[in-house]
Structures are given as structure tokens and as C-alpha cells.
């Protein structure tokens, strides 16, 4: 099941540009694009300027002359690594929990296509505030749990052998993360915090899918950070109405 629904969740962003091009949902991309750029560029800016003092500090605690030059140069790669693997985090869950009123609408409009049935959009300020803090909290939560789990594979990815290894659960917790803020744009129309999380625990390949193009994307100069997020909306939002029809019909049986 986790493998079929990876595969789903990894198609579902063929069938997201082809519905963006069909509903013209590029007008909606500028205020999370413009959110993502700005957040990047700060990132990025931060990530250069503390990588190389990272890495001094990291090496600073080698207290011998003996192979001096091979840790400052390891110490600084450590420094980047790490700064990356943060700097990643950071950004993703910030531009999420932002961007979180603004990817809302274009959920709605998704889903308002696929089922042919009218979602009440109010779009007033007590509304806006409600999408604003319920993504907050879900991905403070999130981001919480991501850094919890990766700092120390982050330390074990140093160890030979062990860095294959390592390095594919890093990655595995960034797109199942990614996913989950993705996924909970349509979830929040239907759950609570507690069912949001219970509902992609147990659809974790869709988000896994969802998230491992989305994190891949992020690395495409410029335009990755602006159009990364509402696309991989949409392709979760498809996804994430079949696995809810897919449960009631269950629940129904």
C-alpha cells in the first residue's frame, strides 16, 4: 500500500498541471511565490554567512597539529551539511505555515472542479486568521518532530557506511513532512489537528510521494523556492480527496 500510494503521490503533479493550466490557477501563485522567494533569499544568505563559522568552531575543538588541514576542510563541509539540512527545514515549514491562507483558496478551487459541489469560501479576516494559525501550529509541530528525528542521523551520517543509510531517512523525513503541510490545505476543511494527524499517518506514501517532489524541486534555481508550494497544493489536494472518499466509502461498506 505504502508503495502504491508513494507512486500516486508522486503522479498526482502530472495531473496538477494539467488541471493549473485548465482552472488558470497561476493568478493565485504570486503571494506564496513572492512568501517563498523572500524566505529563501534569507535562508540562503543565512546558511552562507554560518557555514564557514561552523565549521571553525567544529574544528577548533581538534586540539592537534596532525591532520589539521583535513578536519577544517571536513569541519566545513559538516558546517554546510548541517546549515542545509536546518536551513531546509526552516524554510519549508515557515513558507507553509505562512502561505497557509493563501494555498486554502486554491484547495477549495480544486476541489469545487473535482466534485462539481460548492465549498462556502468566505474568505473574511476571522477565517484568514483561523488558516493562518491552525498552519502555525501544524508546522511548528512538524518541525518540531523533523528536527528531532534528523539532528541525530545528522551525526550518524558522519559514520561510514552508515551515511547511505542516513542520508535516505533524512530525506524520507523531509518529504513525509512536506507532505503533511501539503496534504493538510484540503484536511483542514475536514479534521481537527489530532484527525489531520491520525489521517496522513496512516496515508504516509501519498505524503511521502507528495513531499519527495517537492523537496527535489526546491533545488531548481530561483524558480523552485517560488512555484514549488502551490503546485505541489494541487497535486495533494488530489490525493488527499481520494483517500477521503476512498476511506468513506469503507467506513460506508
Known sequence: ????????????????????????LWKFFFIPALIGLLIGTLVIALAYSTSDAIGVK???????????????????????????????????????????PFMAPISETIETHLTEKPINITNTTSEFMQLLARGIKINIRNLFFELLFTLPLIILSFIPVLNFLTTALIFYLQSY????????????????????????????????????LFTLMLFIPIIGIMITLPIST?????ETLEKLNSDKKQIEA
Not at 5 to 16: E, Q, R
Not at 61 to 83: D, P
Not at 234 to 238: D, N, P, R, Y
Open 1 to 24: 500500500m505504502f508503495i502504491q500510494d508513494f507512486i500516486t503521490g508522486i503522479y498526482s503533479y502530472s495531473k496538477a498541471l494539467r488541471l493549473i493550466k485548465a482552472l488558470k
Open 58 to 100: 567544529i574544528s577548533s575543538y581538534w586540539a592537534f597539529e596532525f591532520g589539521k588541514e583535513f578536519i577544517n576542510t571536513a569541519s566545513k563541509w559538516i558546517g554546510f551539511f548541517l546549515v542545509l539540512i536546518l536551513g531546509l527545514s526552516i524554510y519549508k515549514h515557515l513558507v507553509m505555515a505562512l502561505s497557509a
Open 177 to 212: 513532512y512536506a507532505g503533511f503541510g501539503n496534504m493538510d490545505y484540503t484536511m483542514e476543511r475536514y479534521f481537527n489537528y489530532s484527525e489531520s494527524i491520525s489521517f496522513v499517518k496512516k496515508h504516509r506514501g501519498v505524503a511521502v510521494g507528495n513531499g519527495f
Open 234 to 238: 494541487v497535486a495533494s489536494t488530489i
